[in-house]
């Protein structure tokens, strides 16, 4: 049975432009289908599928990326990064979302929080097979109501403070 690609893999190996930041157990890229300005991922270099499967040196070692994710996205020229990547789009869809950045109200301004997640399961929107962790920039008024945060994934349930 032939093995199936691993797009998270091949950029580690053999997309090395695409790279940002790396150690010795991840890597870190600015997604290409960016849901605001600085979406970045967190993806280890070793193959595994799921968050349980990191050993504790990638386990200690995360918390480290994420670290410098944050001042990565902090000091990088998003106007810059997303026009270059309108320049050399992977399909249209990625095309149309570096554009929406570009056009966002808060390209240029610091984040005033994050969101950082995973997707653990198809049943949880994973739809590549290899871990990557979202680092997702939030911006005061981005959206009306952010309580409850990553609770919206379910509609009308993410404010736990609503009667």
């Not at 410098?68 to 249209?92: A, C, G, R, V």
């Amino acid at each position: 049975m032939k093995k199936s690609r691993c797009l998270f893999c091949e950029i580690s190996k053999k997309n090395k432009e695409f790279i940002e930041f790396e150690n010795e157990h991840f890597y870190v890229v600015f997604d290409r289908f960016p849901v605001s300005p600085g979406h970045a991922l967190i993806i280890p270099k070793r193959h595994v599928v799921s968050v349980l499967e990191l050993n504790q040196k990638e386990q200690k070692a995360f918390w480290k990326v994420l670290k410098k994710t944050i001042q990565l996205i902090e000091k990088k020229d998003l106007k810059e990064l997303y026009e270059s990547f309108i320049t050399n789009p992977l399909n249209e869809k990625s095309e149309w979302f570096c554009r929406k950045m570009l056009k966002h109200e808060k390209l240029g301004k610091k984040p005033d929080g994050y969101n950082i997640g995973l997707n653990e399961g198809e049943a949880a929107g994973r739809t590549i097979h290899h871990l990557h962790i979202h680092v997702i920039p939030r911006y005061s008024g981005d959206v009306k109501d952010p309580t409850g945060g990553i609770r919206n994934i379910i509609p009308k349930l993410g404010n736990y403070k609503q009667k």
